[in-house]
């Protein structure tokens, strides 16, 4: 079944548990982490991850989108993050690998992000050791970017590829998902789908969230 992951980065901040609530019909919570570095923008860090741990049962899944991420990894893991990504091109692959390794050592579940300047066949060196890739259909750093339809096929091979060297990895999709282009990313090879402001932005949030799944099932 395709998981829904709304991204709290198009939620509103100022009542962080209210918007947590609101996406209580959704399967996961998407937590953008943004250094001012990496991507140009600044977002959340640790104890925001924390706030959002008390606050939820759901499954978080934390995107790193920050340098040299393997500094971090342990806080994350320590704040309740279920789920941690790192980019490929945020580090040297030792640094990706030794944030692996800590990923494995915290007992959160590991995965690697792609931006669309990345092919898909970066993987190969992490991918058996992995329990989800995440691949980019927006340059990562804003919300509200139109969905970059070249990207189809960089899924497309991340999937062949997963079905390849690890079946059971799990193959998320971010960046200007709604009802149409979760059908397109699901049919690509997606099972996971990360979706901020078309469900932050719907007038009704449940039935923002329907719809992508509605979307998702074809």
Same mark, same amino acid.
């Given at each position: ?97 030794? +944030?692996?390794? =800590?990923?494995?050592?915290?007992? @959160?579940?590991? !995965? ?6 990345? $092919? &898909? ?68 090879? +997606?099972?996971? =789908?990360?979706?901020?402001?078309? @469900?932050?932005? !719907? ?6 969230? $329907? &719809? ?7």
């Amino acid at each position: 079944m395709v998981k829904i992951a709304p991204s709290i980065l198009s939620a509103d901040f100022c009542n962080l548990a209210q918007e947590l609530s609101r996406i209580r019909t959704a399967d996961w919570v998407h937590v953008d982490v943004m250094d001012g570095a990496f991507v140009p923008n600044l977002t959340v860090g640790v104890p925001v991850v924390k706030s959002i741990r008390s606050h939820t049962d759901m499954v978080l899944d934390v995107h790193l989108m920050i340098d040299k991420p393997a500094r971090y990894i342990k806080a994350f893991a320590q704040a309740g993050a279920d789920l941690l990504s790192v980019h490929l091109e945020a580090d040297h692959p030792t640094g990706i690998t030794r +944030a692996l390794e =800590l990923m494995e050592e915290c007992g @959160v579940r590991k !995965a690697v992000a792609l931006r669309p300047i990345t $092919a &898909a066949q970066a993987v190969l060196p992490y991918l058996e050791r992995l329990d989800m890739v995440l691949v980019m259909t927006v340059e990562p750093g804003f919300g509200g970017q139109p969905f970059l339809e070249r990207q189809l096929d960089t899924i497309s091979q991340v999937r062949r590829l997963i079905d390849q060297y690890n079946p059971a990895c799990q193959l998320e999709v971010d960046g200007g998902i709604n009802p149409v282009t979760a059908r397109k990313v699901v049919q690509a090879g +997606a099972n996971v =789908l990360v979706a901020g402001s078309s @469900v932050y932005g !719907a007038p009704d949030i449940e039935l923002a969230i $329907a &719809a992508l799944r509605e979307g998702a099932a074809g």
